[in-house]
């Protein structure tokens, strides 16, 4: 899967109303976007050690989730730090694919002859998007267009030199229309 929320062949659909839009202006826009919402949608491999609450829920710090590739659980006992392998199935993530689970497993034999409960679960797992949303691809074309657009400065309010001054009316390429479908994303992360 590609960096840009959108391919160069889904550039002339998305971009069809400015003339000339570049790979380039949909990547300046896929970086401003993961800048505006502090994170990426491109899937990518994270590991965390989460702390399970007395009801067994945890939470992963990237979501939508696409795969648990494997859990290991890290637990302090009488003979000192143990680590043991459980299985991937054992971690229900919830309907809204917001990164909170619960473990539905067992522990080992060790924690229940000593009562020890686990300190942590270290979860390695892919987040992201298998397939971007349209509602995404749709913010990645707008702000593509508005890029190709202005063509320089992008967010400059005013720049002064020896030589001449740029004033811009919008400080922003983020319209209202733009930060109301990526304010949407939620919706398409819970339906993931």
Same mark, same amino acid.
């Given at each position: 899967?590609?960096?840009?929320?959108?391919?160069?062949?889904?550039?002339?659909?998305?971009?069809?109303?400015?003339?000339?839009? &570049?790979?380039?202006?949909?990547?300046?826009?896929?970086?401003?976007?993961?800048?505006?919402?502090?994170? #990426?949608?491109?899937?990518?491999?994270?590991?965390?050690?989460? *702390?399970? #609450?007395?009801?067994?829920?945890?939470?992963? #710090?990237?979501?939508?989730?696409?795969?648990?590739?494997?859990? &290991?659980?890290?637990?302090? &006992?009488?003979?000192?730090?143990?680590?043991?392998?459980?299985?991937?199935?054992?971690?229900?993530?919830?309907?809204?694919?917001?990164?909170?689970?619960?473990?539905?497993?067992?522990?080992?034999?060790?924690?229940?002859?000593?009562?020890?409960?686990?300190?942590?679960?270290?979860?390695?797992?892919?987040?992201?998007?298998?397939?971007?949303? *349209?509602?995404? *691809? &749709?913010?990645?074309?707008?702000?593509?267009?508005?890029?190709?657009?202005?063509? #320089?400065?992008?967010?400059?309010?005013?720049?002064?030199?020896?030589?001449?001054?740029?004033?811009?009316?919008?400080?922003?390429?983020?319209?209202?229309?733009?930060?109301?479908?990526?304010?949407?994303?939620?919706?398409?992360?819970?339906?993931?």
């Amino acid at each position: 899967m590609s960096d840009m929320y959108l391919t160069e062949e889904e550039i002339p659909v998305y971009c069809s109303t400015i003339d000339g839009v &570049t790979s380039s202006d949909v990547a300046m826009a896929t970086d401003l976007i993961n800048s505006f919402l502090g994170r #990426s949608f491109v899937p990518k491999e994270y590991v965390d050690r989460v *702390k399970l #609450s007395k009801t067994n829920r945890g939470k992963l #710090s990237h979501s939508p989730i696409i795969e648990i590739e494997s859990v &290991t659980c890290i637990s302090d &006992t009488l003979f000192g730090r143990s680590t043991n392998a459980l299985d991937v199935n054992d971690i229900e993530l919830d309907t809204e694919n917001d990164g909170y689970f619960t473990y539905i497993g067992s522990f080992d034999i060790n924690m229940m002859l000593f009562h020890s409960r686990p300190s942590k679960l270290e979860i390695k797992y892919k987040s992201g998007f298998d397939e971007y949303p *349209k509602r995404l *691809k &749709t913010a990645t074309a707008m702000l593509a267009c508005n890029i190709r657009q202005a063509q #320089s400065f992008a967010g400059a309010k005013q720049l002064t030199s020896l030589d001449f001054n740029i004033m811009m009316t919008d400080d922003s390429f983020f319209t209202s229309d733009i930060k109301m479908l990526l304010r949407g994303l939620n919706a398409d992360v819970r339906a993931f």
